[in-house]
């Protein structure tokens, strides 16, 4: 069984001469601290034994070491308690477990901390890109909480609407709004399933988040058509551009950061394998001719570990911060490349994505297959059609979609 002992730590001093006090975990020769948020004076606390000592004649001071006894000594048998029901329901419990169990299920302030646990999490598991939603979110809920942390009881319809209110306030826009609401919902989520938040006290069956349909991001056929034959040849950056965005919309809407993630060993035959970035869902594209084409030109596809394109240039180096910055380059390009032809939207990544969509709607073809190729796992009435598919109905519908 793992050891709880509470600790002082004597290095850190505070201006009213007291320190802050911990539980220490000891489990399989790892140790790790919970904050117990409680201060005392050295001169009241026996390091040996991990208690209080109080050898005081000031009623006062009696008075506070007395309730703060008294607080340990509860919060000692909770600890312990829920340590055994750990050890009974999982046998295998590691150290992270009981961090769990014991600083979230027990702790009197646990949103925020639990804010940071996942995205601490999200970094370790390389899922940076979520990791920086939940970061920004909860950057702007935390400044609005003056960094007052609170329970998951707490968290109730009455504070969420007022921190909508809060961001209404602060003319922030509707689908930003929604964004952070969404995330703290995810949040929230993820805490019922972990067991650190209870689903009869869910604060979002009341509460309606808004959102505003966003503008139009759809281009006609003819569009491009003529973004294809535009020639860049002595402009080499905006013509790679264009090639992202012709490999993106070929490749059925792929996403910039699944064409900036692909490597040599995603071919397999005829066919591009891949996973979703934001999904993990599984996708296989037929290489056609300009599929290939676009990939040679990069590429020799002779280096199964090398990446297919130069957005990601330094293996060794932050791989997202290189994606985000061949994203917001392709971008602005693809903003230039949109004002010389004077199309109707700016031109961005995300364009290929809705232009395919919408190109195949007007084709045609029909919703469920459009879902499928896009990969919109939350449409489920028309999901459950679409595993039927074979990947040859998927390939002709692309194949008439993509001859521009």
């Known amino acids: ?88 329901s999982n046998p295998n419990y590691t150290l992270q477990d009981i961090i769990n169990t014991l600083k979230y299920k027990n702790s009197s302030a646990n949103v925020l901390s639990y804010f940071e646990s996942v995205i601490k999490t999200l970094k370790e598991t390389g899922k940076t890109g979520n990791a920086k939603v939940y970061a920004n979110t909860f950057s702007v809920f935390s400044k609005y909480r003056n960094n007052k942390d609170l329970t998951f009881d707490e968290l109730d319809y009455r504070v969420l609407k007022r921190f909508e209110e809060h961001m209404q306030y602060e003319n922030l826009r509707i689908n930003t709004i929604s964004f952070y609401m969404r995330t703290i919902r995810a949040l929230y989520n993820r805490a019922i399933k972990e067991g650190l938040a209870k689903e009869e006290m869910y604060p979002f069956k009341q509460l309606s988040i808004k959102h505003e349909k966003t503008s139009k991001r759809a281009l006609l056929k003819s569009h491009l058509t003529a973004i294809k034959g535009l020639d860049l040849s002595k402009q080499p950056d905006k013509d790679m551009a264009r090639d992202f965005f012709l490999f993106s919309y070929y490749c059925r809407g792929m996403a910039f950061v699944d064409l900036a993630y692909l490597k040599v060993e995603n071919i397999v035959g005829d066919r591009l394998y891949y996973s979703r970035n934001k999904t993990n869902q599984k996708f296989s594209i037929k290489i056609t001719e300009p599929i290939k084409e676009i990939m040679l030109k990069y590429n020799d596809l002779k280096k199964p570990e090398t990446y297919i394109f130069p957005i990601i240039k330094n293996t060794d180096g932050d791989i997202y911060t290189q994606y985000r910055n061949g994203m917001r380059l392709t971008n602005k390009k693809l903003n230039n490349i949109g004002k010389m032809l004077e199309l109707p939207i700016t031109l961005t990544t995300y364009v290929s994505r809705h232009s395919w969509a919408t190109i195949a709607k007007r084709e045609g073809i029909s919703t469920a297959i459009i879902s499928e190729g896009l990969g919109h796992e939350s449409e489920k009435t028309t999901q459950i059609y679409l595993d039927s598919f074979e990947n040859d109905v998927l390939d002709n519908a692309n194949n008439l979609i993509t001859n521009i």
């Open 1 to 88: 069984m793992a050891k709880l002992k509470f600790t002082l730590n004597s290095s850190r001093k505070y201006k009213n001469g007291e320190y802050p006090l911990f539980l220490r975990i000891s489990h399989k020769k790892s140790k790790t601290y919970i904050s117990l948020k409680k201060t005392i004076n050295k001169d009241f606390w026996d390091a040996k034994s991990g208690s209080i000592i109080i050898n005081t004649t000031n009623k006062h001071t009696k008075r506070n070491l007395q309730i703060l006894q008294l607080f340990l000594e509860e919060k000692m048998v909770t600890y312990k308690s829920s340590l055994f029901a750990l050890e009974m």
